[in-house]
T-cell receptor
Framework: SQKIEQNSEALNIQEGKTATLTCNYT??????LQWYRQDPGRGPVFLLL?????KEKRKERLKVTFDTTLKQSLFHITASQPADSATYLC??????????FGTGTLLAVQP | GAVVSQHPSWVICKSGTSVKIECRSL??????MFWYRQFPKQSLMLMAT?????????EQGVEKDKFLINHASLTLSTLTVTSAHPEDSSFYIC???????????????FGEGSRLTVL
């Protein structure tokens, strides 16, 4: 069955450093991959989408890579800030337009 | 960006009662909405796809008679948890495709979620 794995442990980093979150998947060939941010008790908020034919996408301090051979996406936040602390979810999508979400990685940026 | 509103944001009910959750797209028309359920420290699990004017499509293992979905207009979908039990306690989140496109050309817009606690 389809499986999406994200860093199960919380990621703690110092303010100003680059946070790197990992999303690995198996038994799936997504047409695109998305990253969302979720704060406690809130709905997810879209951050970035990257398609299967794209290697990298950037948006301000965010960068996403997509390696369909490794079946992996990396999500980077440069110059991290305490306000970046949240849970980050990756989600895979394909022809059915349904998204399958990973369990998320909790990021804590220490001042 | 597009705004999706959910109501209520939290609800506590007694076992055996039914609870209705509303999901509205405030500034765009949503022909398709999605209902998710999220347990603590777990992923969002898609329950069903709600299509305006037609029956919802339920994911495997989701009881359609227990989780009634109605999408009567282009801006409103409702989820009714019938005869709720404590195991139905969860965080329910709706989402909609953005205006003018399919989800693979843009993002999903999520509501704020509804926390259901069944006593």
């Amino acid at each position: 069955s389809q499986k999406i794995e994200q860093n199960s442990e919380a990621l703690n980093i110092q303010e100003g450093k680059t946070a790197t979150l990992t999303c690995n998947y198996t038994n799936y060939s997504p047409a695109y991959l998305q990253w969302y941010r979720q704060d406690p008790g809130r709905g997810p908020v879209f951050l970035l989408l990257i398609r299967e034919n794209e290697k990298e996408k950037r948006k301000e301090r965010l960068k996403v890579t997509f390696d369909t051979t490794l079946k992996q996406s990396l999500f980077h936040i440069t110059a991290s800030q305490p306000a970046d602390s949240a849970t980050y979810l990756c989600a895979l999508g394909g022809a059915t337009n349904k998204l399958i979400f990973g369990t998320g990685t909790l990021l804590a940026v220490q001042p | 960006g597009a705004v999706v509103s959910q109501h209520p944001s939290w609800v506590i009910c007694k076992s055996g009662t039914s609870v209705k959750i509303e999901c509205r797209s405030l500034d765009f028309q949503a022909t398709t909405m999605f209902w998710y359920r999220q347990f603590p420290k777990q992923s969002l699990m898609l329950m069903a796809t709600s299509n305006e004017g037609s029956k919802a499509t339920y994911e495997q293992g989701v009881e359609k008679d227990k989780f009634l979905i109605n999408h009567a207009s282009l801006t409103l979908s409702t989820l009714t948890v019938t005869s709720a039990h404590p195991e139905d306690s969860s965080f329910y989140i709706c989402s909609a495709k953005g205006p003018g496109g399919t989800v693979n050309t843009g993002e999903l817009f999520f509501g704020e979620g509804s926390r259901l606690t069944v006593l």
